[in-house]
Structure formats: structure tokens, C-alpha cells
């Protein structure tokens, strides 16, 4: 599960873009810096799933992805083009192989220079390919993806249903979550879309269809809570102006716990998401998130690396660095990547939430408020302070709140933290 949201200006940029990844509580995510390329002709490219052409040339990408995945969750590249996505549950199967909404970002971002290109191929990805494949770490969960697309002029969202898909150009902010959500307020929509619908018996005439109503699974959209974090990211931003709008007001949004706890209720109804015990919100952990202020005079990004954006740092990322760079951990837990020591901070504050939540907050403020400051040039030197300041958090929080774990809610991490070798 997921939540992005994008601001557009009345007259164009700057275009700001953030969002919230949301997976399995070990699934560990690499923030990585690939350099632009030129590839031989006649090669091919492994994906997360299946083969297909290489382009001829692959622009510079900064990315955000599962350690087990060749997609990625987010990221921007070095013409200022930001993607991210949504699981979206609809009525059409998903393919048992196939790419995944991961793979089709990655693959706009590495082969296109703006939004309406990235809109574009992904489209012709989902003519050529089937949507399909494992998309979750140690499940089965498959699904079908919805888009957020950026650049410093314009963005889009692109909602799809397997190869159907609708697409609403962004005007003022717009937030999306885990629902199809565009209705017949499209702007582009597949030449099909109405006429299946319509054979299926999910609309009568144009005047009833709409994409959302007609296509998405009703089960899994309600029980995943996309609509309602969908409003409370939106609500969140309402009133911000995308030209006097700054990097802290977006790690706000993004941190948002609605009801200052860090889980509850069968759905999520949060953007800052924390795993829970119950069925339904296993796969709701926040592992990373990113924000991204798109502009012709020269962009800029900021990631965390790392899950639970309330008790991380947004840390500044390279657009065009002109070699590899890479935070990537590893996909079982080790001592030393960013991501593994964050997360046992992490998991050692959700073992009493209200006591332990600020530790070291004046420190995390202080790292973040450096970070932004220095920007992007020092970037290497903030992402090591991150990880070095970890231990004294850990110290730090471990010194609040009791040492007894009780309910359902910190019995589900321990059992977790054991199963993934963790110790707390």
C-alpha cells in the first residue's frame, strides 16, 4: 500500500512530487544512482520478471526499489522526470508473469525525458506486455498499478485495469492511494475502456461509465483504505503554494499519523504507515519515501532510505552524479546498511510507542534540517551521519518506557523482529 501526491502551480512549475512506499515490514529498500548509458543493439534487458529489448540509451535515474526487485517504487532522473505508483485492486485478472508497475516506471524513467513521454510508453508497455508476476517479498500478492508522473511543467495520473487504463493530467494537487479513483473526468482514456465495460454489464450507456466505478474490485479497494488516506493526503496540502512550498512541509504530509498512533483499525488510514497484526494491514508498512521539487532551473530530491518516515531524515539524493552510487542493503538483515539499522530504531520504538516516539527527536530534526540545508552536493557525508547517529538513537530509546512489550499490536513485532533475526 501507498500514497503519493503531486501540487502543480496554475501556471506550470515547479512541480512538487512525494510519496509513501508502503510493503512488508522486512522488505528492505536500496536507494541507488545509475548512470546514463548507450547499449549495444540486439540487447536485452532482464526485469523483475521477463525479457525485453534494451533501448539504445538509458538517461541517469536515481531510484528507490525493493532489494529483490529490478523496479522500482520511485525515483527521478537526470531530465527531471519523478514517477511513482500505487497497487490498484480492479475486476481483471492479473497475469501469472508479466512486468510489474515497478518495472514500467523504471523503464520511463530510464528511457524518457518528461511526463507525457513517461505517460506514453507506459502505455505502449501495457499494449505490449501483461501487467503480472510475484509483487510482494514473500507472498503472493499481484496486482495492477496506478501513476503518478511528473516533470518540471506537468504531471499525470495514469489509473489501470490490465491493459485498460485511464489518464487525468494534474491540475493544482492531487493525491493518490490504493484505489482507481478517475471517474469520467479523464483527459485520455483507452479507446475500449467504455465498450468492455459495457459487454461486462458494469455500465449501461456513457452516461453511467465511469473508470473507477466500472473497474476497480470493491473488496480489496475497501478493505486496502486508499480513499480514505487519498483524502487526508490532500486535505493535508490544502492551501500550500507550490512556489512558496518547501521540503519540510511535504516530509509533514508524509509523516502523518491521523490519529497520533502508529496503528489501528482494520484499514490504514494513515499516510505514515506502521504493519500490523491484522490481515488486512500486514503489508502496510511505510519502507521508504521520497520527495521531489521538480523545476526547469534545476531539480532536486530527498529520500529517507529507510522505513518509518515519522523516525527518519529526508536526506538528499544526486539527479546526474556521473558515476554508480548505491544504499542498497541487503535482503536479509546485516549490522552495517542504513536501512537495517534504522529499522531495529524502529522496531525498538513501536515497542512503546508513546514513550520512545521522541527519542532523539532533537537530533533527527537537527540531521534533516542540515541535510536540506546543505543539499545535494554533501550528499554522501549526510547519508553516513544518518547512519552513524543510529546507535546513540537506539541508546537513546531504549532508555524510555518499559521493558514489557504487551497486546496484539507489539506481540506482532517481536514475533516479526524474531522470525527476521533481529534483536530488540
Request: one cysteine or more.
Given at each position: 500500500m501507498c500514497d503519493s501526491v503531486a501540487i502543480v502551480g496554475d501556471s506550470g512549475g515547479p512541480v512538487w512530487l512525494a510519496k509513501n512506499s508502503d510493503r512488508e515490514p522486512s522488505e528492505a529498500q536500496a536507494v541507488e544512482h545509475h548512470v546514463a548509458a548507450a547499449h549495444a543493439s540486439g540487447a536485452v534487458l532482464r526485469c523483475t520478471h521477463v525479457e525485453l529489448p534494451q533501448a539504445a540509451k538509458t538517461f541517469a535515474i536515481t531510484i528507490s526499489r525493493p532489494a529483490w526487485m529490478w523496479g522500482c517504487e520511485m525515483g527521478v532522473n537526470s531530465h527531471g522526470l519523478a514517477v511513482a505508483n500505487e497497487a490498484v485492486f480492479t475486476r481483471l485478472p492479473v497475469a501469472g508473469?508479466?512486468?510489474?508497475?515497478?518495472?514500467?516506471?523504471?523503464?520511463?524513467?530510464?528511457?524518457?525525458?518528461?511526463?507525457?513521454?513517461?505517460?506514453?510508453?507506459?502505455?505502449?508497455?501495457?499494449?505490449?506486455?501483461?501487467?503480472?508476476?510475484?509483487m510482494s517479498h514473500t507472498g503472493s500478492l499481484r496486482y495492477h498499478g496506478s501513476f503518478l508522473l511528473g516533470d518540471p511543467q506537468a504531471a499525470w495520473v495514469l489509473e489501470t485495469a490490465g491493459s485498460l487504463w485511464a489518464a487525468q493530467r494534474v491540475r493544482g494537487r492531487r493525491s493518490i492511494s490504493?484505489?482507481?479513483?478517475?471517474?469520467?473526468?479523464?483527459?485520455?482514456?483507452?479507446?475500449?475502456?467504455f465498450e468492455f465495460a459495457r459487454r461486462r454489464g458494469w455500465c449501461r450507456s456513457s452516461r453511467d461509465f465511469g473508470f473507477a466505478r466500472c473497474f476497480a474490485g470493491r473488496f480489496y479497494t475497501l478493505a486496502a483504505g486508499g480513499r480514505a488516506r487519498a483524502a487526508r493526503t490532500s486535505t493535508s496540502t490544502a492551501g500550500l503554494d507550490v512556489h512558496e512550498?518547501?521540503?519540510?512541509?511535504?516530509?509533514?504530509?508524509?509523516?502523518?499519523?491521523a490519529d497520533d498512533r502508529p496503528a489501528a483499525g482494520l484499514r490504514m488510514h494513515m499516510p505514515c504507515a506502521h504493519a500490523s497484526w491484522l490481515p488486512t494491514r500486514r503489508a502496510g508498512?511505510?519502507?521508504?519515501?521520497?520527495?521531489?521539487?521538480?523545476?526547469?532551473?534545476?531539480?532536486?530530491?530527498?529520500?529517507?532510505?529507510?522505513?518509518?518516515?515519522?523516525l527518519s531524515v529526508f536526506k538528499p539524493v544526486p539527479l546526474e552524479l556521473g558515476r554508480a552510487w548505491a544504499c542498497g542493503p541487503p535482503e536479509q538483515p546485516d549490522d552495517d546498511s542504513l536501512w537495517w539499522r534504522h529499522e531495529r530504531f524502529h522496531r525498538l520504538v513501536l515497542g512503546d510507542w508513546s514513550a520512545r516516539r521522541h527519542a532523539a527527536a532533537d537530533?533527527?530534526?537537527?540531521?534533516?534540517?542540515?541535510?536540506?540545508?546543505?543539499?545535494?552536493?554533501?550528499?554522501?557525508?549526510?547519508?553516513?551521519?544518518?547512519?552513524?547517529?543510529?546507535?546513540?538513537?537506539?541508546?537513546?530509546?531504549?532508555?524510555?518506557?518499559?521493558?514489557?512489550?504487551?497486546?496484539?499490536?507489539?506481540?506482532?513485532?517481536?514475533?516479526?523482529?524474531?522470525?527476521?533475526?533481529?534483536?530488540?
Open positions: 508473469s508479466g512486468l510489474t508497475s515497478m518495472d514500467m516506471q523504471r523503464l520511463a524513467l530510464e528511457r524518457c525525458r518528461s511526463a507525457d513521454e513517461a505517460l506514453a510508453l507506459i502505455i505502449e508497455l501495457l499494449e505490449r506486455y501483461p501487467q503480472g508476476g510475484r490504493n484505489a482507481l479513483s478517475i471517474e469520467d473526468d479523464f483527459d485520455q482514456i483507452h479507446p475500449g475502456a512550498l518547501a521540503a519540510p512541509e511535504l516530509a509533514a504530509t508524509l509523516r502523518d499519523h508498512q511505510t519502507t521508504a519515501s521520497m520527495i521531489v521539487r521538480l523545476d526547469a532551473g534545476g531539480s532536486r530530491a530527498w529520500m529517507t532510505g529507510t522505513s518509518s518516515p515519522c537530533q533527527r530534526a537537527a540531521l534533516e534540517a542540515w541535510a536540506l540545508a546543505l543539499g545535494p552536493a554533501r550528499f554522501e557525508e549526510i547519508w553516513r551521519a544518518h547512519a552513524e547517529a543510529l546507535p546513540s538513537w537506539i541508546e537513546a530509546a531504549a532508555s524510555l518506557g518499559s521493558p514489557l512489550e504487551r497486546g496484539a499490536f507489539t506481540s506482532y513485532w517481536r514475533r516479526q523482529s524474531r522470525r527476521d533475526g533481529l534483536r530488540r
